[in-house]
């Protein structure tokens, strides 16, 4: 992807837009055709039971996994074309997971320069000090010497958040980033999620947690069985969910 490829990152403009996207392991068909755009500064909160297709639409995004079928445009770019670096692109992209991911034996401070380094090839000097306005956007300045075993779970997540956001993404996926959690800890990482929504960051997140959603999400999805069965305004479909399935999951969660 050359800079002259690269579309707006003005906030409207399309950020990721996925076509007819369809994913298949062996037999299993677990993507069965999905429209998606999201629009750069918009926050999409997607919802659905275990099993829906969310963390594999997720990862196709990212290119964690290769579509069976469809298409996925990353700022206008096809990221299914060979020609396409995507390494390149991926840089792009943050993603946070249930499970933080930290390296044990690496300090906070290393954890989050250690990429920046080698993928971004910043200096050593330029990366720390990137790191630490990181911290302290999360809140975590204090840690940057401690090793990640020593950090409650939602210490970690906010430094897996901080992480991500070294390399500069336009965009950030989160993968049930509190499902992990003990839930006197899930409020301080939905914290710095809602900062970084009202920053205008591009969000594409995966939760249970329909107060986030309601009151961050501009859109809420609702997937089953592979298919967006429902969409609309969050707060809307919360109060009103037209379809059946929608219904039965809300009762189920709310
Ligand atoms: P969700 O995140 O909504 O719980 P997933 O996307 O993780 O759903 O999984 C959807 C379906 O795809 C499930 O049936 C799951 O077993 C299957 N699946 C996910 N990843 C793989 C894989 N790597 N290999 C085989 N099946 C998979
Ligand atoms: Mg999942």
Request: hydrophobic content about 40%.
């Amino acid at each position: 992807m050359n800079d002259a490829a690269r579309t707006t990152t003005a906030p409207g403009a399309p950020a990721i837009e996925i076509r007819k996207l369809r994913k298949s392991f062996g037999d299993n068909e677990v993507l069965k055709g999905i429209d998606l755009t999201v629009r750069h500064g918009e926050v999409v909160c997607v919802v659905g039971p275990s099993g829906s297709g969310k963390s594999t639409l997720l990862r196709s995004v990212n290119m964690l996994e290769t579509p069976s079928g469809g298409e996925i445009l990353i700022e206008g770019v096809d990221v299914l074309d060979p020609d396409v670096d995507i390494d390149r692109v991926r840089t792009r992209i943050g993603m946070v997971f249930q499970q933080f991911n930290l390296f044990p034996h690496m300090t906070v401070m290393r954890n989050l320069t250690i990429a920046q380094e080698r993928v971004l090839r910043r200096s050593r000097t330029e990366a720390q000090k990137v790191a630490r306005d990181m911290l302290e956007r999360v809140g975590l300045a204090e840690k940057a010497d401690a090793h990640p075993g020593h950090l409650s779970g939602g210490q970690q997540q906010r430094v897996a958040i901080a992480r991500s956001l070294c390399m500069n993404p336009d965009m950030m996926l989160f993968d049930e980033p509190t499902s992990a959690l003990d839930p006197e800890l899930v409020g301080e990482v939905l914290e710095v999620m809602r900062r970084l929504a009202s920053t205008g960051m591009t969000m594409m997140v995966v939760t249970h947690e329909m107060g986030f959603a309601r009151e961050v999400g501009d859109r809420l999805i609702f997937m089953d069985d592979g298919v967006i069965v429902e969409e609309g305004v969050p707060a809307e479909i919360l109060a009103n969910p037209q379809h059946g399935r929608t219904q039965a999951f809300l009762s189920k969660v709310l």
